[in-house]
């Protein structure tokens, strides 16, 4: 709130976002749990 009010001070509109990120769609959601399970405790290099 206080960042919005500053914002409104200086005459800048700010832009609302998504709720979810647009370049997922929902329908994808369902890959991260078992993508989840099957990498759990897996440590990468790069």
Do not use: Q
């Not at 960042?3 to 990120?21: A, C, F, N, V």
């Amino acid at each position: 709130a206080l960042t919005r009010d500053k914002l409104g001070e200086i005459y800048w509109t700010p832009l609302e976002h998504p709720l979810y990120s647009p370049d997922l769609s929902p329908c994808n959601f369902h890959m991260f749990g078992p993508l989840k399970e099957a990498l759990g405790g897996e440590r990468f290099n790069n």
